[in-house]
């Protein structure tokens, strides 16, 4: 339809809506490998590949988005094209329609996905007052979201520059403008996304999660001396790991088990995260500064 009213805008909303299309592609098999269980060579599983999914379908809008402001600057620099007004109006009619039934698609899933969070949340104890747990949804699936909610509102302006084209020919400028504004949308929708995948990528602390609130929680477990070591990561959205390494005070070999299991129960069920490995020693001068060292010495 875009080829035949030789619409930019048009064009612009069919391309998207291809890339949108690879996208959810993209995040089904990505979710269906993230269930996979873990392999001898993927230890941790397949849950990345829901933060390669989502890189990916941004990625690709991102070269598409750069294409097309090629062609609207050419456009606005010559002004030498044609418009047919009416098969703009139809085939941005459709757009509107299809970008409609998808949103509504989207809905209902999060409504589901919404309640099942909520009966696992009941099942298990939840967090203390102030303390949040991990309820992000996939990067996966918002990515595959903001593509569709860019689209829907992409087609709804592609259908207003339509009519103007269609009654005011002159005004065919409306077309190329298209293309910048929904270029704009599309590049602060994706900015979260892009930098959510990052954080991942380069093992950073997830957002929703504070290290020093969680040390002075763990210093709070009786017997607990030191926390010498505490790094936090995320495997994929929602999906925290952690491991601790604590010193506690001499003499209390006899409780080992029970302040790891207090640490355990802390990190999972206060917290929220998702896997942890705890490593528990007792206190003694020239281990502390074996550590001391250890941290001295690392970039």
């Not at 993230?34 to 690709?60: C, D, N, Q």
């Not at 303390?131 to 699936?141: F, K």
């Not at 909610?149 to 084209?165: K, P, T, W």
């Not at 990528?201 to 929703?208: D, R």
Request: proline content about 3%; overall charge neutral.
């Amino acid at each position: 339809g875009g080829y035949i009213a030789n619409s930019l805008a048009v064009m612009t909303d069919a391309l998207h809506m291809l890339t949108d299309l690879s996208a959810i592609i993209l995040t089904l098999l990505a979710l269906w490998l993230s269930s996979k269980s873990p392999t001898r060579r993927f230890t941790f599983g397949f849950h990345r590949l829901e933060v390669l999914s989502a890189m990916i379908s941004v990625l690709l809008v991102y070269i598409l988005m750069a294409f097309l402001l090629y062609e609207a600057v050419q456009r606005t620099l010559h002004m030498n094209y044609e418009i047919n007004g009416d098969i703009m109006i139809i085939t941005a009619a459709v757009g509107v329609a299809v970008n409609l039934i998808m949103g509504l698609l989207l809905t209902q899933s999060g409504h589901h996905s919404h309640f099942h969070s909520h009966s696992l949340a009941s099942s298990s104890p939840g967090p203390s007052p102030g303390e949040p747990r991990a309820g992000h949804d996939s990067l996966a699936v918002r990515a595959a979201f903001v593509h569709a909610l860019g689209d829907l509102v992409q087609s709804i302006g592609v259908l207003i520059a339509a009519y103007i084209i269609r009654f005011k020919p002159e005004y065919k400028i409306a077309d190329p403008i298209c293309t910048y504004i929904f270029s704009l949308l599309m590049a602060f929708t994706t900015f979260r996304i892009i930098w959510d995948t990052v954080v991942i990528i380069l093992e950073g602390v997830p957002s929703h999660l504070n290290v020093d609130r969680i040390r002075e929680a763990l210093m709070k477990i009786e017997d607990v001396y030191s926390v010498e070591d505490l790094n936090i990561w995320s495997l994929t959205s929602g999906k925290s790991t952690a491991i601790v390494h604590m010193q506690l005070i001499p003499g209390s070999s006899s409780k080992w088990e029970e302040v790891q299991s207090k640490a355990k129960h802390l990190l999972l069920n206060t917290f929220g995260i998702y896997k942890c490995t705890i490593q528990l020693q007792s206190y003694r001068q020239e281990v502390n500064r074996t550590c001391m060292n250890c941290q001295s010495s690392s970039p």
